[in-house]
């Protein structure tokens, strides 16, 4: 069996990050060994603290972004880091490596309290000697690679490295990530379409006659976990479709694109699918004007992201 050793197999940018992967791939055991015991810890709920998304912190929220750094600052191959729980992009002290990390340390918070699956997800860059941080951030099409982890009843780490989308799975027993799901293929024409329809009246209009029409012809069914890891890997090995339109609330979408959107994109992109933030723009060309700004998300089998895009 193939493990996370072999990434430089994988795709042109395997060796480039494998140190980062690693350090990401480490963080997540840990991270879920906190989310197991979080109850009996007294670890769950909030921590007090609103982040700089005007969100509510997780005590968890807190510790996964504590994890997640020092395991990139001490794998050597990071310069600096942006996080969805921080203000600004960080530099890594004394970093030798010269890869920029964007990461949601945990996705999907709001299910912790019901014992649901949550996530951690990732862009990785080649980081630009820049003095102004935000020129750092480039359209996704630039990036090296991207990847989530899925705490479920597995644990599960899903990445691209720049050819293919390929899973792998924690092995506690033998202490080692294998490849369980090589070069994964969006299923076109079936699955589900995965959506909070709670918010339509807040939509556009155009917005809900768009998925009428899709709900109409496709005859998908509908799930939602309420976190995007969740639905998205449900959306990447069942097909169908995932989407965060606009509302009056967000109008800009709620979903950030730097380190939810982006990778999303591409590892959905790298399994034969599409995803567009609006009619007509692939989240991938999107150029970045801040770290923490949002976007719409339609994202899945191009035949159900078609009725967006
Ligand atoms: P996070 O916990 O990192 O803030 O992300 C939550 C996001 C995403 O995981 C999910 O798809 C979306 O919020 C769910 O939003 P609603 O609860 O509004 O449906
Ligand atoms: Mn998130
Ligand atoms: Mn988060």
């Known amino acids: 069996m193939r493990t996370l050793q072999d990434l430089a197999a ?111 997800i990732f862009t990785i860059y080649e980081a630009q000697r820049s003095i102004d941080p935000q020129a750092a951030l480039r359209p996704g099409r630039e990036a090296l690679a991207a990847g989530y982890v899925m705490y479920g009843p597995g644990l599960v780490l899903v990445l691209t490295v720049g050819a293919g989308t390929h899973g792998f799975s924690w092995d506690a027993q033998e202490g080692r990530w294998v490849l369980t799901h090589p070069d994964m293929r969006i299923p076109d024409g079936k699955g589900y379409y995965s959506v909070n329809e709670a918010y339509a009246p807040r939509w556009s209009e155009d917005a809900r006659a768009r998925l009428a029409r899709m709900k109409e012809e496709t005859k998908l069914g509908l799930r939602y976990v309420g976190a995007m890891v969740a639905d998205v890997h449900r959306t990447l090995l069942k097909g169908g ?8 609330k967000n109008p800009q979408g709620k979903l950030r694109l730097m380190y ?50």
């Open 241 to 248: 479709i995932f989407l965060y339109p606009p509302d009056t």
């Open 10 to 120: 994988l795709g042109p940018h395997g060796a480039r990050v494998r140190d980062a992967v690693a350090a990401i791939a480490d963080a997540a055991v840990a991270i879920a060994q906190k989310l197991a015991r979080a109850a009996v810890e007294g670890a769950l709920g909030a921590s007090g603290a609103v982040n700089v998304q005007g969100e509510e912190q997780q005590k968890l929220d807190v510790i996964a972004d504590e994890l997640v750094f020092a395991k990139l600052a001490a794998s050597g191959a990071v310069a600096a880091i942006g996080s969805e729980e921080r203000p600004q992009l960080e530099t890594v002290e004394h970093a030798e490596g010269n890869l920029l990390v964007l990461v949601d340390p945990l996705d999907g918070s709001s299910n912790l309290d019901v014992n649901g699956a949550v996530g951690t």
């Open 260 to 309: 939810e959107a982006i990778p999303m994109a591409m590892l959905v992109e790298a399994a034969g699918g599409m995803a567009v933030a609006e009619q007509g723009k692939r989240i991938l060309d999107i150029a970045p004007e801040a770290l923490h700004q949002r976007t719409p998300v339609y994202l899945g089998s191009p035949s159900a992201v078609r009725y967006f895009a």
